[in-house]
């Protein structure tokens, strides 16, 4: 009985440091919508205490064009396992043609006491070439796991 309470001990104590500040790394889907429905798998590495890189690859627009983001992101804390996040970078599209385009993000996201990172975000992206013109917007919901 007691290994069994030192190992689950144990265990919540791993989960618990995990959810505090950002982990090293995160891995997971990106779900978004804005100018069509999409879907990513999201990469993120820490890069210090409070910033980060996060890499998208995934399809968009009704699941008919392939993407990749790349964004450099600060992480601030709101409120114990709350952070909310800013960042900009940029990526590319294949919709007909190669597009690149530049993008920002804001967003908030929660640390449970599990390894699980949940976030909602915005992210505008500005066409620069390759035939996207304007500003487009994302919504989006993550889920990742943290290690």
Request: zero cysteines.
């Amino acid at each position: 009985m007691k290994k069994i309470l030192l190992t689950f001990g144990l265990v919540l104590a791993a989960f618990t440091i995990n959810a505090q500040g950002i982990s090293k790394n995160a891995i997971g889907l990106r779900f978004g919508g804005g100018n069509g429905l999409g879907g990513e798998i999201s990469y993120q590495r820490a890069l210090g205490s409070n910033n980060r890189l996060e890499v998208d690859l995934g399809l968009a627009n009704e699941f008919n064009n392939f993407k990749a983001t790349g964004l450099y992101q600060w992480v601030w804390t709101l409120e114990q396992q709350f952070n909310w996040y800013a960042g900009f970078g940029g990526g590319i599209l294949s919709a007909g043609e190669t597009g690149i385009y530049g993008a920002g993000v804001v967003g908030i996201e929660y640390n449970f006491d599990a390894p699980v990172l949940v976030s909602i975000d915005y992210r505008p992206e500005i066409g620069i070439s390759g035939g996207l013109k304007g500003v487009s917007s994302n919504v989006a919901l993550a889920v990742r796991y943290q290690f």
